[in-house]
């Protein structure tokens, strides 16, 4: 983790803060019918170092079977910090996530369940327009649990264009001893690239 003493890097950190609060204003909570989601996304990024590998797995809904994966290696610059992951993670995703074809994206990481109320699904959302999943391993500090709700070992939080209601529902459908299908093979995949 980069030094957080250092009053430049406090500084910056502090302007990107308040890019996040202006840009949660632009997420968008609606409703997805679950017969309108036929393929589900997961990406999921391990590290090496300063490489990372992204991996994307898209199934069926709600049967999971997987109809393509993929992987991307790339190198990342920016350090792991808390609450401001989305600046380490978002080039891995969107260079694996590209033109892919499905309907809701699960993302591994917190969405509008953020400080901030942007974490990293929220940003991948407003990026590529389409329904954006949040889901963590655990909740983040200072974060209201009207939030997010629990489902097995996950914590799902609106990302974009979906609400909380059809994220849960679309998570428990995908929920494989305690955590979603996809975003297990896409965990599995990323880590099996990264050796």
Do not use: W
Not at 50 to 57: G, K, M, P, R, Y
């Amino acid at each position: 983790m980069i030094e957080l003493n250092n009053y430049i890097i406090r500084e910056k950190l502090k302007k990107i803060a308040e890019v996040q609060e202006r840009l949660s204003k632009r997420i968008t909570e609606r409703p997805v019918r679950r017969e309108d989601v036929k393929t589900v996304g997961a990406v999921d990024v391990s590290y090496r170092g300063n490489t990372a590998v992204s991996a994307l797995v898209v199934c069926t809904f709600p049967k999971c079977e997987v109809l393509e994966t993929r992987t991307v290696k790339t190198q990342v610059g920016f350090p792991y910090v808390p609450t401001y992951f989305f600046l380490r993670e978002t080039r891995p995703v969107l260079l694996v996530v590209g033109n892919a074809n499905f309907d809701v994206l699960l993302v591994e990481g917190h969405g509008r369940a953020h400080p901030r109320g942007y974490g990293l699904a929220s940003h991948i959302g407003l990026l590529i327009g389409k329904p954006v999943i949040g889901v963590a391993r655990k909740p983040l500090r200072g974060v209201s649990p009207e939030l997010y709700r629990r489902v097995g070992k996950a914590y799902v939080s609106v990302g974009h264009l979906i609400d909380l209601t059809s994220a849960v529902e679309i998570v428990k459908i995908l929920n494989d001893n305690g955590y979603p299908k996809p975003l297990k093979l896409a965990d599995k995949l990323s880590k099996r690239c990264n050796r």
